[in-house]
Structure formats: structure tokens, C-alpha cells
């Protein structure tokens, strides 16, 4: 009995590993792919603020976001993150007052303060999108994370086209392992672990 279930453990694992990796091209794709299109709203997901100051990664979202709604297409925002422990700030209001200081109107930039993982942020985002009436998105974020957080989004019955930013600050390696760790997080959140 227990040769029995070391082997069915082992197959279990080996069409899991099988799957990851498939996951892992899917994700190196659509990494590669500006899918920007006009939509409702351009969805900016969160990343870190330090004292109100968007990180490098926060920052290259934001201006990247900025352009597509410069091009006009969508005629609002959705600024997402919430404050990562810290007691001031949230990484939405961070990325809505970076978003304003540049010059688009403050009536237009939403936020969802709430969300400390991409699970959350995009359960949140897409309860705000659905309440507004809006069914399309641009997605922003790194190229890695756009495949998880796109299925995530399209999970709770929204169309989002994804649309990275430029990330020149990372090593082949490190965007490789990036792919990798996005696979094996969006095949958990398959098997219903939300994280």
C-alpha cells in the first residue's frame, strides 16, 4: 500500500511539474505582449512607496499607465495597493497624488487602498470596476506578473488586456525565476489557495 501511494504521489507531482512549466511559458508570453486597447479604466497594480514616494517599480507603472491614458485610452485610472504596514500611506493614494501631480485630474483617478497581495487587489479592483459599471481594463504592471493577475481579474468575469512596463533593471536570471515563481503561484490560485 505504501509503494501504491509513493507512486501515485509521484505522478501527482509529475503532471504538476508538467503543468507549472507550461504555466511558466504562458507567463514568459505574455510578459513579451502590450495587449493595450481602449477600456474602461487602466488598472495600476501596487507596488512598494517609501514616505509617499512611489518605489523605481511603483514609479515606471504609474508613468506607464500615464502615457496609455495620455493616448486616450481609457478616461480614468484605478490606482491599487494598500500601506504595507505603514501607519501614513497607502501605495493607491501614493500612486493617485504622482498621477495628479502630473497633471491628470484627481476626479479621475480611483483607488483601492485595501488590497496587500494580488489576490486581494484584484478581488478589490474588480468589486469597484463591476459597482462602476465598467467591464474592460488595461492591466499595468511587470511583464511577469501580468499573466496571474490578468486570470485573477478575468476570474471575477472582467476583460482585461495587459500592459507592461518597460523593466530593464533585471537580469535574464532573475526575470526567469520571476516566471517561474508567477507559475507556480497562479497554479496554486488554480487549486483554490488565494494569496
Not at 13 to 31: E, F, N, P
Not at 106 to 131: F, H
Request: proline content about 4%.
Amino acid at each position: 500500500m505504501k509503494k501504491f501511494l509513493s507512486i501515485v504521489a509521484a505522478i501527482f507531482l509529475g503532471i504538476w511539474v508538467y503543468q507549472v512549466a507550461q504555466i511558466t511559458i504562458a507567463v514568459r508570453h505574455q510578459a513579451q505582449v502590450d495587449e493595450a486597447r481602449p477600456a474602461d479604466v487602466i488598472v495600476v497594480l501596487g507596488a512598494a512607496e517609501y514616505n509617499g514616494r512611489p518605489s523605481p517599480v511603483f514609479k515606471s507603472r504609474l508613468d506607464h499607465a500615464y502615457d496609455l491614458f495620455a493616448k486616450k485610452l481609457a478616461p480614468r485610472l484605478l490606482t491599487t495597493g494598500g500601506s504595507g504596514g505603514e501607519l501614513v500611506h497607502t501605495e493607491a493614494e501614493v500612486g493617485r497624488q504622482y498621477l495628479a501631480a502630473k497633471g491628470i485630474p484627481v476626479e479621475m483617478i480611483y483607488i483601492e487602498p485595501d488590497g496587500a497581495t494580488t489576490a486581494q487587489s484584484t478581488a478589490a479592483s474588480a468589486e469597484i470596476l463591476k459597482r462602476m459599471g465598467w467591464n474592460t481594463c488595461i492591466l499595468v504592471s511587470d511583464g511577469y506578473h501580468l499573466f496571474r493577475a490578468k486570470r485573477m481579474m478575468a476570474s471575477h468575469g472582467l476583460d482585461c488586456a495587459g500592459s507592461p512596463r518597460q523593466a530593464k533593471e533585471l537580469s535574464s536570471f532573475q526575470t526567469g525565476w520571476l516566471y517561474l515563481r508567477q507559475a507556480v503561484g497562479y497554479s496554486l490560485f488554480d487549486l483554490g489557495l488565494r494569496f
